[in-house]
T-cell receptor
Framework: KAGVTQTPRYLIKTRGQQVTLSCSPI?????VSWYQQTPGQGLQFLFE???????NKGNFPGRFSGRQFSNSRSEMNVSTLELGDSALYLC??????????????????FGPGTRLTVL | GQQLNQSPQSMFIQEGEDVSMNCTSS?????WLWYKQDPGEGPVLLIA?????ELTSNGRLTAQFGITRKDSFLNISASIPSDVGIYFC???????????FGQGTRLTINP
């Protein structure tokens, strides 16, 4: 079974530009969550999508947005890039069936991340 | 943003030694997870804990979900070179996919 894939793996942008990152979840997984990892703030939750709907959202500005397609693939977009947006962006997929509660069905599997550098 | 309090931040040990790290929170979580992250990769799940008081092993790794649901520890016995990396604890609340992470423990092993 293929794991979570993220593209591109590395990206360099300049301030003010926008960027789109892509995540393909494990086959059969319907939930995709996005996290930002920086040395200063650690791993911070951005948002989660399930069945093409944003289900949870973290405390990030509106410049950070996402979407999910009918095949569960997800994209996140950052507009008007700032230097502080330089980070490793990770996505995680899980099966997340309704009413599963806390169980192995909700376990999240992470992709390798996209390293974004803003100059 | 909210983070769990994970300690120690770093550890330098000799190969073969046992390792212990822990995580505490001011609020309750329904699931505690432990991940390991190698350079250039995403975190990999090591152990998941679903019940307060639960003690779970995965090979040389043992983790426990605290009775108060506000803490967890991870032990690694007889460390080997491939244990090097950054270990993260994470908490998850009922009905939410969001994971709240600790700051990480960087493990370095001297051969």
């Amino acid at each position: 079974k293929a794991g979570v894939t993220q593209t591109p793996r590395y990206l360099i942008k300049t301030r003010g530009q926008q960027v789109t990152l892509s995540c393909s979840p494990i086959s059969g997984h319907r939930s995709v969550s996005w996290y930002q990892q920086t040395p200063g703030q650690g791993l911070q939750f951005l948002f989660e999508y399930f069945s093409e709907t944003q289900r949870n959202k973290g405390n990030f500005p509106g410049r950070f947005s996402g979407r999910q397609f009918s095949n569960s693939r997800s994209e996140m977009n950052v507009s008007t890039l700032e230097l502080g947006d330089s980070a490793l962006y990770l996505c995680a997929s899980s099966f997340s069936p309704a009413g599963a509660g806390m169980s192995s069905y909700n376990e999240q599997f992470f992709g390798p991340g996209t390293r974004l550098t803003v100059l | 943003g909210q983070q769990l309090n994970q300690s120690p931040q770093s550890m330098f040990i000799q190969e073969g030694e046992d390792v212990s790290m822990n995580c505490t929170s001011s609020s309750i979580f329904n699931t505690w997870l432990w991940y390991k992250q190698d350079p250039g990769e995403g975190p990999v799940l090591l152990i998941a804990l679903y019940k307060a008081g639960e003690l779970t092993s995965n090979g040389r790794l043992t983790a426990q979900f605290g009775i108060t649901r506000k803490d967890s520890f991870l032990n690694i016995s007889a460390s080997i070179p491939s244990d090097v990396g950054i270990y993260f604890c994470a908490g998850q609340r009922q009905g939410a996919q969001k994971l709240v992470f600790g700051q990480g423990t960087r493990l370095t092993i001297n051969p």
